[in-house]
């Protein structure tokens, strides 16, 4: 896996093929059409970072060159054979796009994030009298403005190079381009491919990079082949032995260990794809045991909640997390951010620092999205708050909101991981689609409630190899993290989600003892041990 974030050389495609045309060169190049795209804040008409994709007569086309202006990213996936280039304009100057000579129509689509509005153009070569200067403005509106409310947008789940400090200067337009304020790397190693992927400069401090609210910072993924894959984001100190679990390296050390590791350094670890990947994941154990941050439940191509919503059911509170897992599934519609087109939304109030980030995602103040962005009030308490009601029982009034201007197809309010029905009122205000759910709730026994919601299809996820992976999901979601309701001193608790826990983590014990490989007996001692915690934590719920 390799990235090249600058620009790459010039293919001089335009030199006519046919060396009987070379004599005519002169006269045209200078008749080859030159598109000359700026994108604006459509308020201030000032310059604003965006990325942009365009169809030249109806067909894709990647320039290969977009000049000093603009930056054209290249984000490669060898084993996987994903390939894609991404162009963004800067927002300085006008990026200057050479297109084939035999253009006649040229469309231009411009996205920025998911708070403004996306915007596609066609132009006909022929209305411009010189080709070699078509320009064209794209003003870009934004619809909401989420930052103003205290979230920040993040997309905790990269692996792309990051060889030297200077490389930021372009990962800071990127984000602008896509419209985040945090990004989160993770270096990694590959199981097909034997070396270092997604390798960083620095960890920790050393690693960060700040640009007004802009941050960017470095850590680790860690994967073991029966265990699962974790995130490690912040640590100042890579993890040894980064990949377990196969090449003779056995199942040690435990990722509960790896998570006490990185919260001695002030990172905040948490489960990856959610725990969808391992052959005998310990995402389950290591929640219960109070050992993971959060749970990430989604990614570019994948929304697995299931194991997160029996977690919560049975009273373990952890927070949701989204991120692309970039450069995996890097095709975009053309609607759709690059960085963080499955991103995290957390309530950071102003702060823009990691650590006030990461209080924020370990207070499930967070949602995750690819597209609609939420709201949810619960007695007008948000995201992530407690709401205490007497020993009785109470009601609560609940406020919940999706909008986009991508068209939304399903909306659910849900209690304990279940739907409960509602009226949804559905609007469209100037684009935007509104969907409202207000609704008053007799609650009589502690639970927790978050909203979800579905949108239309991603078309650059249509793709044969996913349709057959059971986490695959290819259309616009969004999912809050989870608001408590308690009543009385009671805890949140399903039986019957506690029970299937129980279950699973005597099942997968066996796996440890007999399966699982270890460097020494005392090591296999202690895994099973961690079972028995697991489990007796779990039976002494009440
Ligand atoms: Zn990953």
Same mark, same amino acid.
């Given at each position: 896996m390799r990235s090249i974030s600058a620009a790459t050389p010039r293919a001089n495609w335009s030199l006519p093929q046919v060396a009987g045309v070379l004599a005519l060169t002169a006269t045209l190049v200078q008749s080859q059409p030159v598109l000359k795209l700026e994108t604006t804040d459509a308020n201030t008409g000032r310059p604003l970072p965006a990325r942009f994709s365009l169809e030249v007569n109806g067909v894709p086309f990647q320039p290969d060159d977009v000049g000093p202006h603009g930056l054209r990213f290249l984000s490669l996936h060898d084993s996987k054979k994903q390939f894609r280039a991404i162009t963004y304009t800067r927002g300085t100057f006008p990026v200057e796009i050479r297109l084939p000579e035999s253009s006649r129509e040229v469309t231009v689509h411009v996205a920025k994030g998911f708070e403004f509005f996306p915007v596609s153009r066609t132009i006909q070569v022929s209305d411009y009298s010189e080709p070699s200067e078509m320009r064209l403005n794209i003003p870009l509106k934004r619809w909401s403005s989420l930052t103003l409310e205290g979230w920040a947008s993040s997309d905790p789940h990269l692996h792309y190079d990051r060889f030297s400090r200077s490389a930021n200067i372009d990962w800071f337009v990127m984000m602008a381009g896509d419209d985040l304020e945090s990004i989160h790397f993770m270096m990694l190693k590959g199981g097909k491919v034997p070396s270092e992927w997604g390798a960083q400069y620095g960890y920790g401090k050393r690693g960060e990079a700040r640009e007004g609210p802009r941050l960017i910072t470095a850590g680790e993924e860690y994967r073991d082949a029966a265990q699962g894959h974790v995130n490690l984001l912040g640590i100042h100190k890579i993890i040894p032995p980064i990949m377990a679990g196969r090449n003779g390296i056995p199942n040690y050390p435990f990722l509960h260990d790896?998570?006490?590791? #990185?919260?001695?350094? @002030?990172?905040?670890? !948490?489960? %990856?794809?959610?725990?969808?990947?391992?052959?005998?994941? #310990?995402?389950?154990? @290591?929640?219960?045991? !109070?050992? %993971?941050?959060?749970?990430?439940i989604a990614n570019t191509h994948l929304y697995v909640p299931d194991l997160w919503h029996r977690l919560l059911n049975a009273g373990f509170f952890i927070p949701p997390l989204g991120g692309t897992d970039l450069p995996n599934y890097p095709a975009r519609d053309p609607w759709q951010p690059f960085l963080g087109g499955m991103r995290t939304y957390a309530k950071v109030d102003g702060q823009h620092d990691f650590s006030s980030w990461k209080q924020a995602v370990k207070a499930g103040r967070v949602f995750v999205t690819s597209g609609p962005m939420a709201s949810f009030k619960v007695n007008g308490k948000d995201i992530g708050d407690k709401i205490a009601l007497p020993a009785g029982g109470g009601e609560v009034e609940i406020d919940a909101v999706l909008k986009s201007p991508i068209p939304l197809t399903e909306m659910e309010v849900l209690r304990n991981g279940l739907p409960l029905s509602c009226d949804i009122v559905k609007k469209n205000l100037g684009g935007v689609h509104h969907w409202r759910i207000r609704k008053k709730l007799s609650i009589n026994e502690s639970c927790w409630l978050a909203l979800h919601g579905k949108g239309s299809p991603i078309k650059a996820l249509d793709v044969d190899r996913l349709k057959q992976q059971p986490w695959a999901e290819t259309s616009v979601i969004a999912q809050t993290g989870a608001t408590r309701v308690l009543v009385g001193d009671k805890p949140i608790l399903s039986r019957e989600d506690r029970d299937w826990l129980a279950r699973h983590l005597q099942r997968q014990r066996e796996f440890y003892e007999t399966e699982a490989r270890y460097w020494n007996e005392r090591q296999r001692e202690e895994r099973l041990r961690h079972f028995d915690d697991a489990v007796r934590k779990l039976k002494g719920l009440q």
């Amino acid at each position: 896996m390799r990235s090249i974030s600058a620009a790459t050389p010039r293919a001089n495609w335009s030199l006519p093929q046919v060396a009987g045309v070379l004599a005519l060169t002169a006269t045209l190049v200078q008749s080859q059409p030159v598109l000359k795209l700026e994108t604006t804040d459509a308020n201030t008409g000032r310059p604003l970072p965006a990325r942009f994709s365009l169809e030249v007569n109806g067909v894709p086309f990647q320039p290969d060159d977009v000049g000093p202006h603009g930056l054209r990213f290249l984000s490669l996936h060898d084993s996987k054979k994903q390939f894609r280039a991404i162009t963004y304009t800067r927002g300085t100057f006008p990026v200057e796009i050479r297109l084939p000579e035999s253009s006649r129509e040229v469309t231009v689509h411009v996205a920025k994030g998911f708070e403004f509005f996306p915007v596609s153009r066609t132009i006909q070569v022929s209305d411009y009298s010189e080709p070699s200067e078509m320009r064209l403005n794209i003003p870009l509106k934004r619809w909401s403005s989420l930052t103003l409310e205290g979230w920040a947008s993040s997309d905790p789940h990269l692996h792309y190079d990051r060889f030297s400090r200077s490389a930021n200067i372009d990962w800071f337009v990127m984000m602008a381009g896509d419209d985040l304020e945090s990004i989160h790397f993770m270096m990694l190693k590959g199981g097909k491919v034997p070396s270092e992927w997604g390798a960083q400069y620095g960890y920790g401090k050393r690693g960060e990079a700040r640009e007004g609210p802009r941050l960017i910072t470095a850590g680790e993924e860690y994967r073991d082949a029966a265990q699962g894959h974790v995130n490690l984001l912040g640590i100042h100190k890579i993890i040894p032995p980064i990949m377990a679990g196969r090449n003779g390296i056995p199942n040690y050390p435990f990722l509960h260990d790896v998570f006490l590791e #990185t919260r001695k350094m @002030d990172g905040l670890g !948490g489960i %990856a794809h959610g725990g969808a990947l391992g052959t005998q994941t #310990t995402a389950a154990l @290591d929640v219960v045991l !109070g050992a %993971a941050d959060f749970m990430e439940i989604a990614n570019t191509h994948l929304y697995v909640p299931d194991l997160w919503h029996r977690l919560l059911n049975a009273g373990f509170f952890i927070p949701p997390l989204g991120g692309t897992d970039l450069p995996n599934y890097p095709a975009r519609d053309p609607w759709q951010p690059f960085l963080g087109g499955m991103r995290t939304y957390a309530k950071v109030d102003g702060q823009h620092d990691f650590s006030s980030w990461k209080q924020a995602v370990k207070a499930g103040r967070v949602f995750v999205t690819s597209g609609p962005m939420a709201s949810f009030k619960v007695n007008g308490k948000d995201i992530g708050d407690k709401i205490a009601l007497p020993a009785g029982g109470g009601e609560v009034e609940i406020d919940a909101v999706l909008k986009s201007p991508i068209p939304l197809t399903e909306m659910e309010v849900l209690r304990n991981g279940l739907p409960l029905s509602c009226d949804i009122v559905k609007k469209n205000l100037g684009g935007v689609h509104h969907w409202r759910i207000r609704k008053k709730l007799s609650i009589n026994e502690s639970c927790w409630l978050a909203l979800h919601g579905k949108g239309s299809p991603i078309k650059a996820l249509d793709v044969d190899r996913l349709k057959q992976q059971p986490w695959a999901e290819t259309s616009v979601i969004a999912q809050t993290g989870a608001t408590r309701v308690l009543v009385g001193d009671k805890p949140i608790l399903s039986r019957e989600d506690r029970d299937w826990l129980a279950r699973h983590l005597q099942r997968q014990r066996e796996f440890y003892e007999t399966e699982a490989r270890y460097w020494n007996e005392r090591q296999r001692e202690e895994r099973l041990r961690h079972f028995d915690d697991a489990v007796r934590k779990l039976k002494g719920l009440q």
